[in-house]
């Protein structure tokens, strides 16, 4: 299990390209914009289950274990992996 923020803010420091055929980015114009995910993945079945949350945090993470355990694997037993992150030890 882990999370992680996306953003299209500028500036843009750092992309993997081509010298000669570096590319135009889209990207926002607000202060502030960008997305933030949860997910894990069945190594079994190779499923990624993964939902937008609103912040990185403790509270945004307990309502996508909820949605995981109740509605995804409401019968199954569970292994989850996570490190060391400040969110996780609650």
Known sequence: MDESGF????????????VDDQKRLPASAQA????SLAGVID?????????????????????????LFL?????????LVMDNAPSHRC
């Open 7 to 18: 953003s299209l803010n500028y500036p843009l420091t750092r992309c993997w390209m081509r």
């Open 32 to 35: 502030r914009s960008g997305c």
């Open 43 to 67: 190594w079994m079945s190779e499923q990624v289950w993964c939902q937008p949350i609103e912040r990185l945090n403790t509270e945004c993470l307990i309502r996508y274990f909820e949605w």
């Open 71 to 79: 509605e995804i694997y409401p019968d199954d037993p569970l292994v």
